[in-house]
């Protein structure tokens, strides 16, 4: 018996969309939905140092072309990432420490900075990683930027560095590290772009580096245990209020120290600085609470400076 070709009609409902959604660095599309750049530029920064430094799972290539704005969502925008294809789970430990450096690089704590290079495994090259991250010298003072006569020595510096130098420090660096370069490189040059200060990012940055250091990884399946939801309702509440402290802590430590740090009253500044280090240090809570209000009044609007 002969077979009988049959033909068969598909007939697909095509259905025609207008795009409303446009590139993050779209300036002009911000402008025509009246959302403010500085909002999104902060929504951004705030969406992977969340991913960075407290899930330790971040978006690989953040590039304008993969992070779209929305306008719809209740600040009167949204973001919409693309190409999931390249995710990156970073190492629990490295995780914290990464926590740990970028305090240490607020703070400019240059001991801890060059102690935790060594972990990194950047060796020599330790003293450089506040220049890649802040723009700052590891021998700046407390202050937004570097000094001229920083520049210039900076710059001395760099010009003796040979591309075998910097082979050999990408080499040295673990695949997490060189992965959150790329990252924050795409986003400093998103913000960059957005015309946005970069005091966003540092900032953003140390808050949840801060929280981030505080928050354990959360196991999948230890969340799925009956009666653990209040738990972790309950811990994260907790960790939230201790983790403001602290970031409030080091707000203030770096004020502190960009205003008095060329005045007679360093020395005074400093041993307070000691004092309530303790404090965070110890078991002493409530004496934390007392003297971060008695610092509050020390800075009062009308103080003498």
């Known amino acids: 018996m002969k077979e009988e070709d049959v033909n068969i009609e598909i007939w697909i409902n095509f259905i025609d969309?207008?795009?409303?959604?446009?590139?993050?660095?779209?300036?002009?599309?911000?402008?025509?939905?009246?959302?403010?750049?500085?909002?999104?530029?902060?929504?951004?920064?705030?969406?992977?140092?969340?991913?960075?430094?407290?899930?330790?799972?971040?978006?690989?290539?953040?590039?304008?072309?993969?992070?779209?704005?929305?306008?719809?969502?209740?600040?009167?925008?949204?973001?919409?990432?693309?190409?999931?294809?390249?995710?990156?789970?970073?190492?629990?430990?490295?995780?914290?420490?990464?926590?740990?450096?970028?305090?240490?690089?607020?703070?400019?704590?240059?001991?801890?900075?060059?102690?935790?290079?060594?972990?990194?495994?950047?060796?020599?090259?330790?003293?450089?990683?506040?220049?890649?991250?802040?723009?700052?010298?590891?021998?700046?003072?407390?202050?937004?930027?570097?000094?001229?006569?920083?520049?210039?020595?900076?710059?001395?510096?760099l010009k003796s560095l040979l591309f075998e130098d910097l082979f050999s420090f990408m080499e040295s660096m673990p695949p997490d590290f060189i992965a959150i370069l790329h990252v924050d490189a795409l986003l400093r040059s998103v913000i960059r772009k957005m015309d946005v200060s970069r005091l966003i990012r540092l900032l953003t940055y140390t808050k949840y580096a801060v929280y981030g250091r505080l928050c354990p990884k959360l196991d999948g399946e230890l969340c799925k245990m009956p009666g653990t939801n209040v738990y972790f309702a309950v811990t994260a509440v907790f960790l939230s209020f201790i983790s403001t402290l602290r970031y409030f802590h080091i707000l203030i430590k770096v004020l502190i120290g960009a205003i008095f740090d060329s005045t007679p009253w360093r020395q005074k500044v400093k041993n307070l600085q000691n004092y309530l280090n303790c404090k965070i240090g110890s078991s002493d809570f409530c004496g934390l609470l007392v003297h971060c209000v008695f610092l509050l009044f020390c800075m009062r609007p009308n103080a003498s400076v």
């Open 17 to 157: 969309m207008m795009l409303t959604k446009f590139q993050i660095d779209d300036l002009d599309f911000l402008n025509e939905i009246g959302v403010d750049p500085e909002k999104v530029a902060k929504s951004l920064v705030e969406l992977f140092a969340e991913m960075i430094f407290v899930h330790g799972y971040i978006h690989g290539d953040p590039h304008p072309g993969n992070v779209l704005v929305s306008p719809e969502g209740h600040n009167g925008f949204s973001l919409v990432l693309l190409d999931h294809a390249v995710y990156r789970e970073l190492d629990e430990e490295f995780r914290k420490d990464f926590c740990q450096l970028w305090e240490a690089l607020i703070l400019k704590d240059s001991k801890k900075t060059m102690w935790l290079g060594e972990r990194f495994g950047a060796g020599k090259y330790s003293r450089y990683l506040p220049i890649i991250f802040t723009g700052t010298t590891i021998e700046s003072k407390y202050s937004s930027g570097m000094s001229i006569k920083e520049k210039s020595t900076m710059k001395h510096e």
